[in-house]
């Protein structure tokens, strides 16, 4: 059904998305955005190469803009077929998903039916979008609406004690608790692993939990049959909530690629991502990205792809390399996997040397020198930190696909 949403960020309209006949999508600034310099960023995307808005953005038809397509579960997914069928909608089309989910979608942006009477459900604050108190469940009547970009099956959900709980009416929310696939197995004890691992080899990381299924409130009872021996829920802080309840702006970088979902694994490189990075944000970001890509490397995390890599704009407009999330040891699911996105050229852990490094940061128009002390002192953290990491592994298949990788990567070898 055609309409129209209007676009906010923190307390202002910033522009409209547009839905009209044939099923196409237009999105528009609006006027006192594009001339207001001092405007919150909404995408890299949508600016030019001096930084200003872009006036005309191509239509799309059935999937949003890049911008917007990002925001949503990626199609096909557990996750979108979960809400398609509590809002009565259709898998494919974007448009219907952000009209009812365009309340809480990740990071700061806002979409807000125009044909809607205006409520107390969301307030715009002088920073950010405020959501409204933490709310005790969720109805099993009352349709989740949460989007949570991604393909695996997760929800927003608040956090105390030990215990996860899904927002009453599907809204808001500061964790993200990831439920155990049926495809791969004890997969949100890998994840909880591997960013243990991350934080004590000296990684920016969130707060992380591994919570006992049991202690989860508030499941749609639409959801797929879990695995009867899959029994943890793994949960991490959104770096995209805060404790009062505002909302950090923030997209990945497919989103500022311009590319939908279905492309992230393609056509940029890690190198890009660095010259992004080195591009917008302060330098200790850089050491950060590089650290982050040794890291991957080494634990053999096969799906560091493009929206796994965010920047946030804690201000509106500055940019920070969003924390870490989304590690995992992908090598016990995918033995003969690769990287998502070539180091320097490379795709296979075995060829990640240090002339590789020197060659990422070359293409990235980075100091090469500085990224190879990086990636050596980030080698060292990883070698000192695994020997205490290990023991707390539950999975033993993931113990030894770390420990062969490690000992297949040249650079992992001080080569």
């Given at each position: 059904?055609?309409?129209?949403?209007?676009?906010?960020?923190?307390?202002?309209?910033?522009?409209?998305?547009?839905?009209?006949?044939g099923?196409?999508?237009?999105?528009?600034?609006?006027?006192?955005?594009?001339?207001?310099?001092?405007?919150?960023?909404?995408?890299?995307?949508f600016?030019?190469?001096?930084?200003?808005?872009?006036r005309?953005?191509?239509?799309?038809?059935?999937?949003?803009?890049?911008?917007?397509?990002?925001l949503?579960p990626?199609?096909?997914?557990?996750?979108?077929e979960?809400?398609?069928?509590?809002?009565?909608?259709?898998?494919?089309?974007?448009?219907p998903?952000?009209?009812?989910?365009?309340?809480?979608?990740?990071?700061?942006?806002?979409?807000?039916?125009?044909?809607?009477?205006?409520?107390?459900?969301?307030?715009?604050?002088?920073?950010?979008?405020?959501i409204?108190?933490?709310?005790?469940?969720?109805?099993?009547?009352?349709?989740?609406?949460?989007?949570?970009?991604?393909?695996?099956?997760?929800?927003?959900?608040?956090?105390?004690?030990?215990?996860?709980?899904?927002?009453?009416?599907?809204?808001?929310?500061?964790?993200?608790a990831?439920?155990?696939?049926?495809?791969?197995?004890?997969?949100?004890?890998?994840?909880?692993?591997?960013?243990?691992?991350?934080?004590?080899?000296?990684?920016?990381?969130?707060?992380?939990?591994?919570?006992?299924?049991?202690?989860?409130?508030?499941?749609?009872?639409?959801?797929?049959a879990?695995?009867e021996?899959?029994?943890?829920?793994y949960a991490?802080?959104?770096?995209d909530?805060?404790?009062?309840?505002?909302?950090?702006?923030?997209?990945?970088?497919?989103?500022?690629?311009?590319?939908?979902?279905?492309?992230?694994?393609?056509?940029?490189?890690?190198?890009?991502?660095?010259?992004?990075v080195?591009?917008?944000?302060?330098?200790?970001?850089?050491?950060?990205?590089i650290?982050?890509?040794?890291?991957?490397?080494?634990?053999?995390?096969?799906?560091m792809?493009?929206?796994?890599?965010?920047?946030?704009?804690?201000?509106?407009?500055?940019?920070?390399?969003a924390?870490?999330?989304?590690?995992v040891?992908?090598?016990?699911?995918?033995?003969a996997?690769?990287?998502?996105?070539?180091?320097?050229?490379?795709?296979?852990?075995?060829?990640?040397?240090?002339?590789?490094?020197?060659?990422?940061?070359?293409?990235?128009?980075?100091?090469?020198?500085?990224?190879?002390?990086?990636?050596?002192?980030?080698?060292?953290?990883?070698?000192?930190?695994?020997?205490?990491?290990?023991?707390?592994?539950?999975?033993?298949?993931?113990?030894?696909?770390?420990?062969?990788?490690?000992?297949?990567?040249?650079?992992?070898?001080?080569r």
């Open positions: 059904m055609p309409g129209v949403l209007g676009v906010w960020l923190g307390d202002r309209r910033i522009g409209e998305l547009a839905n009209i006949p099923d196409y999508n237009v999105f528009s600034f609006d006027e006192g955005y594009v001339e207001d310099p001092s405007a919150p960023v909404l995408s890299q995307s600016l030019d190469k001096n930084g200003l808005p872009i005309i953005i191509p239509r799309t038809q059935t999937v949003a803009a890049p911008f917007f397509a990002n949503l990626e199609n096909p997914s557990a996750l979108r979960l809400l398609a069928k509590e809002h009565s909608l259709k898998v494919a089309p974007d448009f998903l952000l009209r009812v989910l365009g309340r809480d979608l990740p990071g700061a942006v806002v979409l807000v039916d125009e044909s809607e009477t205006a409520d107390d459900s969301v307030s715009y604050g002088s920073s950010a979008t405020t409204q108190s933490e709310p005790q469940g969720v109805h099993q009547d009352e349709p989740l609406r949460f989007s949570l970009a991604g393909v695996q099956l997760k929800f927003s959900a608040s956090l105390a004690g030990q215990r996860l709980t899904i927002p009453l009416e599907g809204q808001g929310g500061s964790w993200i990831k439920l155990p696939s049926n495809a791969f197995p004890r997969l949100t004890e890998n994840e909880f692993a591997m960013m243990s691992f991350a934080r004590a080899v000296g990684l920016n990381v969130p707060e992380i939990r591994l919570v006992d299924i049991g202690e989860v409130r508030g499941l749609p009872s639409e959801m797929p879990l695995r021996d899959e029994h943890y829920v991490i802080a959104r770096y909530r805060l404790a009062d309840g505002s909302r950090v702006h923030a997209e990945d970088f497919n989103q500022i690629a311009g590319q939908f979902p279905r492309d992230k694994y393609e056509n940029r490189s890690t190198s890009w991502i660095a010259g992004v080195s591009t917008l944000c302060p330098p200790e970001d850089i050491d950060e990205l650290a982050r890509v040794v890291f991957g490397v080494a634990i053999g995390n096969g799906d792809h493009l929206k796994n890599w965010s920047l946030l704009y804690s201000n509106g407009r500055d940019a920070r390399l924390p870490v999330y989304d590690y040891c992908t090598l016990p699911y995918l033995p996997g690769e990287l998502a996105l070539t180091v320097g050229g490379e795709r296979r852990f075995s060829s990640i040397t240090t002339e590789t490094i020197v060659e990422f940061a070359k293409r990235a128009e980075i100091s090469k020198r500085e990224a190879v002390r990086v990636a050596r002192a980030t080698v060292e953290r990883i070698r000192a930190s695994w020997a205490s990491v290990r023991e707390s592994v539950p999975d033993h298949r993931v113990v030894a696909a770390v420990e062969q990788n490690m000992t297949r990567v040249p650079l992992l070898q001080g």
